[in-house]
């Protein structure tokens, strides 16, 4: 993380400024408790700080400190785009290029120049922002902002509202801690979260468990559409429109299916490939365990990209073609999958 410059941010924020917080569309729990987190602690200094989200974010969110004051830009458009308007300092947080809040939301944010100030933990980000805190290696967003929290010598403003927020960003981006990227450094910031306020065993509750009956019942399709390529030590997982509505989908409902695919033992890869009939779109979720990058993965042949072992994706042409050039390439892959699964 390049903080050479954090003179000039602490400069910059010693006085009252208006500050939009924007987190990538279809935001997740890292991508909204950074927001929230940094909003809360800026509050304290007096700015004017508003988060804005692309659109809205699943239920499981829904009960995060200072949620309800979030900005729907999709909802409210033109008070988002005034909002960013007169904004003086936008933070983005969560996303490596300004195309990942949408195409409605991406007009108005190419049209302004305030400062940008850009905290990331995506691989290859863009180069928009004055300011980027961008480490690929770090777990999670959230993770960054501590870092970034602590270079301003603030630690001592984290209070539970903000250790909340960052709390749960970490617990979320890190697969509850299961991921290689949460590291000693990671364990000990959240050690000190829990000492300024954030209640582990209720935010994972929040988290986690909120199944409904139908998520449950789609999650058993999920499962019997699962196809595994064992020579290929791939596993995928199909849902169409069809199982969308017959079992009443909600946003984030299929939040986490393509880890079932991923556990596996024999399996190193793993996808989700659901239809998005609104859209016209096929969405594409890739994981992998070890060093078979999902995101060279995904931006070579599904218009995607993300960490070397979550990647997002996408498809304009049916599920069913979308699925069989997924297995047309998955040859040229042979090789490097299997060596990723000896390692
Ligand atoms: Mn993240």
Not at 201 to 216: A, G, K, L, M
């Amino acid at each position: 993380m390049n903080l050479g410059k954090i003179d000039e941010i602490m400069e910059l924020l010693s006085a009252p400024k208006k500050i939009v917080i924007v987190s990538h569309r279809n935001p997740d729990g890292d991508a909204y408790g950074s927001s929230l987190a940094l909003y809360h602690f800026l509050l304290k200094f007096d700015h004017l700080v508003t988060v804005l989200s692309p659109n809205d974010a699943p239920d499981f969110l829904k009960w995060l400190p200072g949620q309800e004051k979030i900005v729907i830009f999709e909802k409210e458009v033109k008070r988002g785009t005034q909002l960013l308007e007169e904004a003086e300092i936008v933070f983005t947080l969560d996303f490596n290029a300004l195309q990942r809040v949408g195409p409605k939301m991406l007009i108005p944010l190419e049209k302004i120049r305030p400062i940008f100030i850009m905290i990331d933990h995506h691989q290859q980000p863009d180069d928009y922002a004055e300011y980027a805190f961008v480490d690929p290696e770090s777990c999670s967003t959230s993770q960054l902002l501590y870092q970034f929290i602590e270079k301003l010598n603030h630690l001592d403003y984290i209070d539970k509202d903000v250790a909340t927020c960052i709390y749960t960003g970490i617990l979320t981006d890190t697969g509850s801690f299961r991921f290689p990227s949460t590291t000693s450094l990671t364990h000990r910031i959240v050690a000190n979260l829990l000492d300024l306020g954030a209640n582990n065993s209720e935010i994972y509750n929040q988290i986690h468990n909120v199944n409904t009956y139908n998520r449950v019942q789609l999650l058993g399709r999920a499962l019997k559409n699962l196809i595994v390529l064992n020579e290929y030590h791939t596993a995928y997982i199909t849902l169409s429109q069809k199982d969308l509505r017959e079992f009443n989908f909600r946003k984030g409902d299929t939040e986490g299916f393509v880890n079932y695919a991923l556990s596996i033992a024999n399996v190193i890869f793993a996808a989700i490939f659901i239809e998005d009939r609104n859209q016209g779109i096929i969405k594409i979720s890739f994981r992998s365990s070890g060093n078979f990058s999902v995101n060279e993965f995904s931006r070579n042949h599904f218009n995607g990209g993300g960490h070397i072992n979550a990647a997002g994706g996408r498809s304009e042409e049916s599920l069913q073609s979308t699925t069989k050039n997924f297995t047309k390439i998955l040859p040229n892959y042979k090789a490097e999958l299997i060596a990723s699964y000896e390692k």
